[in-house]
């Protein structure tokens, strides 16, 4: 089972936007056992997309194709469609209804152009939209399942989680493929390759290693292939379980979840609160930790802190070491650590302060020197890293190492590791 | 003259690497006139690298492909343009001795895999590689122009600025493409064009408009091509004032910037500070200010206060109102924006309280009701915005509301709106 992957849109032919919808898309379908043949990215022109969709099914059976669905002129996938499948188009009383009940939830009235997003071709079946205003259609054509959705990363996301992939499975397109995502936090993709290399190296044929590096975490993705679901899911566990033995250490989730998310567990456990105190990070950990739906529960608030002044009066950082020492220095993150864990009434606490770049680099301490603490009134735990050039980078990166270090600061304190 | 993008590799067909790139080449070409008709993405497979090859050479007179040419195994670029063009391997010595000597320089010694990168195609001109080990490949082959390059980012940069722009200027192969975007916030993709629907309608055939939303952003792009740059130059000035004076309230930039960077901008120019106090948005617009170079000269810091018992203690938020009218209320966003003033040595302000979701809602406050201040110690602007019940879009379409509001309230201040 091959699929093809079609981005409709001048914006990203011109360079003015950066297509990561694809590498989202090719991800999702690769761990259901579907392989990507090609990405076309292509104009919002009715030849270029005609073309585009000849090409991709001669040669796939699934056609996934995002842009090019608003309400405005320049928007002419739907149009495109219905004339290479000879299909008029008709208008959805239903997606009308749909759209207004969206519009006035914001306060905002439908206007004449937005009317025309209830016009769809007649052989598709409509996907409603929840997350935005245009919907999806869904096409089976020729042999082919030809699905087109929005361009807007969230939207498109909803469409496959929802909608795509759920339907696929019940063709029974993507059955027999079992997936096992093993995460890990501060370690190499190399340091780990080596230390399970005796397992992978014995891995039966219908068993693939993956390994996924972003920003200080790699995932590791065990897919299975099989007949018998029990027996396969079996396997998988089995060898999910010697993987984990052997990098027990870096684990910190057998399942697709981010680091603050496996963090808001923990500390939902204990019943106790964190905070942070960020200075070259600014704000970064805090709508990490706040990105997660209820993590009010567990989660106090930040003080941003990055001028000399605002550490001294909201984190009582002493200003005479602060000069002697800089503010990018063991001293002035523990005592930030320290104020924050007084001013937020928090049990657990996580401070940095470091040059993120691309300016304020010295000799002593280049770009990329971050130092960060982790702690509680008891024990605060300070680490120096020594990052990239780039700023863009060194701020997550910062973030999901500090993370994982009061990840690992509760974890043995509670006894576990 | 147009040009197709073909990029190779199996980690961007499952999603491991976003293809950056493209959009990068496609910027350049575009800034020089020449418009790319597509982008084609395939494996590291020979029938596949050919079968993109024939589509691209049969729709451009340029090809520009990046990736497959390491010294490993799954790198077989090479060996199948020079199968597809019928030309032999040649081993070039000169590439070899750069090679060594670039390896030398770095510590490293030429392995038996490396003397690969020696062996090109008999009809390629060979390009030298300064900045990496893999030498690119022009050829002139059927009336077009096929450049190999690596796919390391800045090899390939250095490779399109010394070699590829240069020889095609060289070659005299330019039309005029002129691209002009138009930034706006606070308002719906519909409206704007509603707003200059007459300017459209008589758009002539050179010129076209394209709209890109993005979270409470929409960017208006026009394209103009033509004979005469200057006459070109002067109809697309020309169109985007005449756009800009229909929707001058919503503009915040005539250049491809982001929200934070053109509220930065101004707050550069009047040499004064601004600091956030986020509940809703958790540090989200913090570390938006800060994601932007040289932030540190105008941006202080951020108290992100979740709990009401922070609220009080680190913004002076009055408790017994707080408790009578709710956390998210016009009273309190109002005091969290007094108390940051105060707080953090600060000039300008951003405040927010908000419902962000899934769970906090009422039938009073649903999910999605966000209220926020912005303002200076004399003046402080509260506004209420009901978004969508997704958490995921509600806090940076919150964020990007609330910069806005605070870009907005500057340009007043200071008598420019």
Redesign the interface.
Known sequence: MKASLI?IG???????????N???????L?KFGI??????????KKT?IHS?LK?SMEQSDIILITGGL?????DITKISLAEYFGAEMIFHQEILDALTKYLE????KL????KSLAMVPANCTVLRNK?GTAAAMWFDEQGCIIVSMPG?P?EMKNFMNEEVIPRLKERGIISNIIHHTILTAGVGETVLADKIRTIEDGLPDNISL?Y?PNLGTVKIRITGRGDDPDKLANEVRQLAEEITHKIEKYVFAQEDISLEQALGNLLAQTGKKAG?A?SC???????Q???V????AY?????????Y??KE??LNVNRPIMEEKGAVSEEVVRMMAEGALE???IDYVIATSGIA???GGTPDKPVGTIWMAVGSKNRIKTKLFKLTPH??VN?PLTANLALNELRKFLLNENGEV
Chains 1, 2 share one sequence.
């Not at 206007?111 to 937005?114: I, V």
């Not at 739906?293 to 009010?296: D, E, I, Q, Y």
């Open positions: 981005t001048d914006e990203i032919l011109i360079g003015q936007t950066v297509d990561t694809s590498a989202w898309m090719g991800h999702e690769n392989a990507v043949q090609e990405i076309l990215t292509v104009s919002d270029d585009a090409r608003g309400p405005t002129r320049d939830g914001r306060g905002r206007t004449e152009e937005s997350k807007v969230h993956a996924l942070t960020e990070t600014g704000g970064y950990i805090a709508q930790m706040v990105s739906p209820g993590s009010s989660y106090n608030g930040s003080i941003v802190a990055y001028s002044g605002l009066k909201l001013q937020l009434e770049g691309p300016g700023r863009d701020i």
